[in-house]
């Protein structure tokens, strides 16, 4: 287990061993998942979607957000 605060910024810092673990670089995207009493935190890249593949329906608010974030990703 791997323990981490929260600045006053707001801001979280992931251990090294879970970045080295993970894989997870400067600059990676990161997905905060609300699951009842839970956050889930997981990197954001192109095997996320995979994953996700039919496990969200078209109108759920997670769902919409992701494709709100990926058109803006596009505009840039």
């Given at each position: 287990m791997?323990?981490?605060?929260?600045?006053?910024?707001?801001?979280?810092?992931?251990?090294?061993?879970l970045?080295?673990?993970?894989?997870i670089?400067?600059?990676?995207?990161?997905?905060?998942?609300?699951?009842?009493?839970?956050?889930?935190?997981?990197k954001?890249d192109?095997?996320?979607?995979?994953?996700?593949?039919?496990s969200?329906g078209?109108?759920?608010?997670?769902?919409?957000?992701l494709?709100?974030?990926?058109?803006?990703?596009?505009k840039?």
């Open positions: 791997e323990i981490s605060k929260i600045t006053s910024a707001g801001r979280l810092t992931i251990p090294i061993a970045r080295k673990k993970y894989n670089k400067r600059g990676a995207k990161i997905v905060f998942i609300e699951n009842k009493d839970r956050i889930i935190i997981q954001l192109k095997n996320y979607f995979t994953n996700l593949a039919g969200l078209e109108k759920s608010k997670m769902f919409r957000s494709i709100k974030d990926k058109s803006q990703e596009r840039l």
